[in-house]
Protein backbone atom coordinates (compact mmCIF):
# COMPACT_ATOMS: atom_id res chain seq x y z
CA UNK A 1 0.00 0.00 0.00
CA UNK A 2 1.62 3.34 -0.85
CA UNK A 3 2.17 5.58 2.18
CA UNK A 4 3.51 9.02 3.06
CA UNK A 5 4.66 9.84 6.68
CA UNK A 6 5.82 13.39 7.53
CA UNK A 7 7.46 13.84 10.57
CA UNK A 8 7.27 15.59 12.85
CA UNK A 9 3.79 16.12 13.55
CA UNK A 10 4.57 19.51 15.30
CA UNK A 11 7.47 21.82 15.39
CA UNK A 12 7.73 25.51 17.14
CA UNK A 13 10.63 27.35 16.15
CA UNK A 14 12.35 31.10 17.26
CA UNK A 15 12.18 33.58 14.30
CA UNK A 16 15.59 32.95 12.82
CA UNK A 17 15.99 29.34 13.85
CA UNK A 18 16.69 27.12 10.59
CA UNK A 19 15.38 23.79 10.52
CA UNK A 20 13.62 20.65 8.01
CA UNK A 21 10.68 19.05 7.43
CA UNK A 22 10.51 15.52 6.74
CA UNK A 23 8.14 13.06 4.39
CA UNK A 24 9.14 9.52 3.83
CA UNK A 25 7.19 7.97 1.37
CA UNK A 26 6.93 4.56 0.13
CA UNK A 27 4.86 3.88 -2.78
CA UNK A 28 4.78 1.22 -6.15
CA UNK A 29 6.74 4.34 -8.25
CA UNK A 30 6.76 7.95 -7.63
CA UNK A 31 5.42 10.39 -10.43
CA UNK A 32 5.46 13.39 -8.30
CA UNK A 33 6.41 14.51 -5.20
CA UNK A 34 4.14 17.71 -3.86
CA UNK A 35 4.46 20.37 -1.29
CA UNK A 36 1.57 22.49 0.00
CA UNK A 37 1.56 24.76 2.74
CA UNK A 38 -2.14 25.21 4.75
CA UNK A 39 -3.24 28.09 6.37
CA UNK A 40 -6.25 27.19 8.96
CA UNK A 41 -9.35 26.95 7.24
CA UNK A 42 -8.16 27.85 3.69
CA UNK A 43 -7.31 25.05 0.95
CA UNK A 44 -3.55 24.55 0.59
CA UNK A 45 -1.40 26.70 -1.39
CA UNK A 46 0.98 25.13 -3.76
CA UNK A 47 4.62 25.11 -3.05
CA UNK A 48 6.96 22.40 -4.97
CA UNK A 49 6.65 19.29 -7.56
CA UNK A 50 9.71 17.15 -7.47
CA UNK A 51 9.65 14.64 -10.09
CA UNK A 52 13.48 12.40 -9.36
CA UNK A 53 16.25 12.08 -6.66
CA UNK A 54 18.49 14.49 -6.39
CA UNK A 55 16.12 17.16 -7.72
CA UNK A 56 16.04 20.83 -5.24
CA UNK A 57 13.88 23.46 -5.76
CA UNK A 58 14.10 26.98 -3.68
CA UNK A 59 11.35 29.53 -3.26
CA UNK A 60 12.27 32.42 -0.92
CA UNK A 61 12.85 30.60 2.18
CA UNK A 62 11.87 27.53 1.63
CA UNK A 63 13.80 24.94 0.14
CA UNK A 64 12.86 21.19 -1.24
CA UNK A 65 14.84 18.23 -1.94
CA UNK A 66 14.06 14.81 -2.88
CA UNK A 67 15.77 11.39 -2.78
CA UNK A 68 14.60 7.81 -3.33
CA UNK A 69 12.80 7.39 -0.09
CA UNK A 70 12.19 10.95 1.45
CA UNK A 71 12.16 14.40 0.95
CA UNK A 72 13.27 17.26 2.99
CA UNK A 73 11.37 20.67 3.51
CA UNK A 74 14.08 23.01 4.68
CA UNK A 75 13.27 26.60 5.95
CA UNK A 76 16.00 29.35 6.52
CA UNK A 77 15.74 31.98 8.66
CA UNK A 78 12.13 31.44 9.24
CA UNK A 79 9.88 34.53 9.99
CA UNK A 80 6.45 34.52 12.05
CA UNK A 81 4.29 34.23 8.58
CA UNK A 82 5.48 31.10 7.75
CA UNK A 83 3.69 29.22 10.54
CA UNK A 84 1.12 27.00 8.60
CA UNK A 85 0.76 23.46 8.22
CA UNK A 86 2.96 21.61 5.60
CA UNK A 87 1.74 18.69 3.68
CA UNK A 88 3.73 16.78 1.15
CA UNK A 89 1.66 14.36 -1.42
CA UNK A 90 2.78 11.93 -3.76
CA UNK A 91 1.29 10.81 -7.27
CA UNK A 92 1.87 7.37 -8.01
CA UNK A 93 2.08 4.97 -10.72
CA UNK A 94 -0.89 3.18 -11.29
CA UNK A 95 -3.17 6.12 -9.14
CA UNK A 96 -3.93 8.34 -12.18
CA UNK A 97 -4.54 11.69 -10.77
CA UNK A 98 -4.85 10.73 -7.59
CA UNK A 99 -2.99 12.47 -4.49
CA UNK A 100 -1.72 10.41 -1.58
CA UNK A 101 -1.12 13.11 1.23
CA UNK A 102 0.79 12.97 4.61
CA UNK A 103 -0.56 13.84 7.67
CA UNK A 104 1.23 17.32 7.64
CA UNK A 105 3.64 19.12 9.96
CA UNK A 106 2.23 22.12 11.91
CA UNK A 107 4.69 24.67 12.12
CA UNK A 108 4.45 27.46 14.53
CA UNK A 109 7.55 30.17 14.25
CA UNK A 110 7.67 32.66 17.18
CA UNK A 111 8.78 35.54 17.39
CA UNK B 1 -6.76 33.17 -14.13
CA UNK B 2 -5.06 30.96 -12.11
CA UNK B 3 -7.50 30.29 -9.46
CA UNK B 4 -10.59 28.05 -8.41
CA UNK B 5 -13.41 30.14 -7.54
CA UNK B 6 -15.64 27.57 -4.59
CA UNK B 7 -18.85 28.53 -3.34
CA UNK B 8 -20.34 28.78 -0.87
CA UNK B 9 -17.53 29.13 1.61
CA UNK B 10 -20.00 28.33 4.68
CA UNK B 11 -23.17 26.19 4.46
CA UNK B 12 -25.47 25.23 7.56
CA UNK B 13 -27.96 22.17 6.60
CA UNK B 14 -29.94 20.57 8.20
CA UNK B 15 -29.96 17.30 7.92
CA UNK B 16 -33.09 16.85 5.61
CA UNK B 17 -31.73 18.76 3.49
CA UNK B 18 -30.62 19.14 -0.25
CA UNK B 19 -27.44 21.72 -1.31
CA UNK B 20 -24.87 21.80 -3.75
CA UNK B 21 -21.45 23.00 -3.52
CA UNK B 22 -20.32 24.59 -6.68
CA UNK B 23 -16.23 25.00 -7.99
CA UNK B 24 -15.00 26.58 -11.18
CA UNK B 25 -11.70 26.97 -13.00
CA UNK B 26 -11.02 28.68 -15.62
CA UNK B 27 -7.18 27.76 -16.36
CA UNK B 28 -7.89 24.61 -19.07
CA UNK B 29 -7.18 22.21 -16.57
CA UNK B 30 -9.11 18.81 -17.65
CA UNK B 31 -9.26 17.15 -14.03
CA UNK B 32 -10.72 18.44 -11.25
CA UNK B 33 -11.31 16.84 -8.06
CA UNK B 34 -13.66 17.07 -4.60
CA UNK B 35 -11.53 16.24 -1.42
CA UNK B 36 -13.25 16.10 2.15
CA UNK B 37 -10.77 17.45 4.98
CA UNK B 38 -11.69 17.12 8.79
CA UNK B 39 -9.66 19.21 11.49
CA UNK B 40 -5.89 18.62 11.48
CA UNK B 41 -6.52 15.60 9.28
CA UNK B 42 -4.91 15.39 5.48
CA UNK B 43 -7.27 15.89 2.50
CA UNK B 44 -9.24 12.81 1.15
CA UNK B 45 -10.17 12.43 -2.29
CA UNK B 46 -13.64 11.96 -3.00
CA UNK B 47 -14.14 12.31 -6.56
CA UNK B 48 -12.11 12.82 -9.83
CA UNK B 49 -13.17 14.21 -13.18
CA UNK B 50 -10.35 13.59 -15.55
CA UNK B 51 -11.55 14.62 -19.06
CA UNK B 52 -15.40 14.36 -17.84
CA UNK B 53 -14.64 10.96 -16.77
CA UNK B 54 -15.76 10.17 -13.35
CA UNK B 55 -13.92 8.01 -10.93
CA UNK B 56 -14.93 7.14 -7.18
CA UNK B 57 -13.37 6.65 -3.96
CA UNK B 58 -15.84 3.60 -3.16
CA UNK B 59 -15.81 4.45 0.58
CA UNK B 60 -17.25 7.70 0.10
CA UNK B 61 -21.00 7.40 0.78
CA UNK B 62 -24.00 7.86 -1.87
CA UNK B 63 -25.54 10.93 0.01
CA UNK B 64 -23.00 12.81 -2.13
CA UNK B 65 -23.08 13.02 -6.03
CA UNK B 66 -20.60 14.70 -8.00
CA UNK B 67 -21.80 16.54 -11.39
CA UNK B 68 -19.32 17.65 -14.10
CA UNK B 69 -21.35 20.14 -16.10
CA UNK B 70 -18.32 21.12 -18.36
CA UNK B 71 -14.55 20.91 -18.27
CA UNK B 72 -14.40 23.96 -15.94
CA UNK B 73 -17.20 23.73 -13.58
CA UNK B 74 -17.96 20.96 -10.66
CA UNK B 75 -20.82 20.82 -8.31
CA UNK B 76 -21.47 18.13 -5.35
CA UNK B 77 -24.54 17.49 -4.54
CA UNK B 78 -25.42 16.73 -1.33
CA UNK B 79 -28.45 15.23 0.93
CA UNK B 80 -29.72 13.35 3.65
CA UNK B 81 -25.95 14.36 5.35
CA UNK B 82 -25.20 13.18 8.81
CA UNK B 83 -23.34 15.43 11.68
CA UNK B 84 -19.85 13.77 11.20
CA UNK B 85 -19.97 15.08 7.06
CA UNK B 86 -19.20 18.18 8.59
CA UNK B 87 -15.75 19.27 7.23
CA UNK B 88 -14.16 21.14 4.59
CA UNK B 89 -14.54 20.38 1.38
CA UNK B 90 -11.97 21.11 -0.83
CA UNK B 91 -11.93 21.33 -5.21
CA UNK B 92 -8.88 21.46 -6.89
CA UNK B 93 -7.76 21.01 -10.71
CA UNK B 94 -4.84 19.47 -12.44
CA UNK B 95 -3.51 19.82 -15.97
CA UNK B 96 -1.76 16.39 -16.57
CA UNK B 97 -1.30 15.96 -13.08
CA UNK B 98 1.13 18.61 -12.53
CA UNK B 99 0.84 21.46 -10.09
CA UNK B 100 -2.38 20.96 -8.83
CA UNK B 101 -4.50 24.11 -7.56
CA UNK B 102 -6.85 24.02 -4.85
CA UNK B 103 -9.80 26.06 -4.02
CA UNK B 104 -10.40 28.11 -0.42
CA UNK B 105 -12.84 25.64 0.43
CA UNK B 106 -16.36 25.02 1.10
CA UNK B 107 -16.91 24.80 5.25
CA UNK B 108 -19.96 22.97 5.73
CA UNK B 109 -21.63 22.52 8.85
CA UNK B 110 -24.52 19.47 9.10
CA UNK B 111 -27.01 20.14 11.69
Known amino acids: EDQVTQSPEALRLQEGESSSLNCSYT??????LFWYRQDPGKGPEFLFT???AGEEKEKERLKATLTKKESFLHITAPKPEDSATYLC????????????FGTGTQLKVEL | DTEVTQTPKHLVMGMTNKKSLKCEQH?????MYWYKQKAKKPPELMFV???????INESVPSRFSPECPNSSLLNLHLHALQPEDSALYLC??????????FGSGTRLTVV
Open chain 1, 89 to 100: SARVTGGGNKLT
Open chain 1, 27 to 32: VSGLRG
Open chain 1, 50 to 52: LYS
Open chain 2, 27 to 31: MGHRA
Open chain 2, 49 to 55: YSYEKLS
Open chain 2, 92 to 101: ASSQDGNGYT
